[in-house]
């Protein structure tokens, strides 16, 4: 068992059954008073953050969270095969796990996997990758003060807002955290 001094970024706690992650820590000494320890902690499956108060020097359980490098390689059915980039191992991964990150793989991409006991929590992916536009309408442009934008499909079948002079074939980069269009890739 740890105590609160042991809190830090990134550390994963168990919570009644639960994982989460610190996202923030302070430590609090007021002038009247114990001291505590104030956190913002965050879901690891879900991703709910929630705001906890723990008294200075409670019990906490911290898990262990391995991250490590991996290579997506096809989808298999409901799971998506990843390798290890330094045993060669492969593992499969389930829908629920990946989550939106499926809008952003292609095969042969590297992504960050963490796993607890063997167990895959969540897919860590690069902040922005760069994709090919599969299909867009053709942009026409109207009398209109601002700039527009049009649907467009990405190869992963994903649609995201492109500007008008975007056109089929490009390739663009996205965020992977917002599916927003970043710009065009030379």
Do not use: C
């Not at 980039?85 to 990946?98: E, N």
């Not at 299909?135 to 499909?153: F, V």
């Not at 992963?156 to 970043?182: A, N, S, W």
């Amino acid at each position: 068992m740890a105590s609160t001094a042991d809190i830090k970024n990134g550390v994963v706690l168990s919570i009644d059954g639960q994982l989460w992650s610190v996202i923030e820590f302070q430590h609090v000494k007021p002038g009247k008073g114990g001291a505590f320890v104030r956190t913002k902690l965050k879901n690891v499956v879900s991703g709910k953050v929630v705001d906890r108060t723990y008294n200075a020097g409670a019990k906490i359980e911290i898990e262990n969270v391995d991250r490590r490098d991996y290579t997506y390689l096809y989808t298999d059915g409901d799971g998506y095969v990843f390798m290890d980039q330094t045993d060669f191992d492969q593992i499969t991964v389930g829908a629920a796990t990946v989550g939106d990150a499926k809008n952003f793989l292609l095969e042969n991409q590297n992504v960050t996997i963490a796993l607890n006991n063997g167990n895959p929590l969540y897919i860590d992916l690069p902040a922005s990758v760069v994709l090919e536009i599969t299909y867009t309408e053709p942009g026409l442009q109207g009398d209109r003060s601002s700039a527009g934008t049009k649907p467009a499909t990405l190869e992963t079948g994903y649609e995201i807002q492109v500007p008008l002079f975007v056109e089929g074939g490009t390739k663009v980069k996205v965020d992977t955290r917002t599916g927003d269009y970043l710009g065009r890739e030379k």
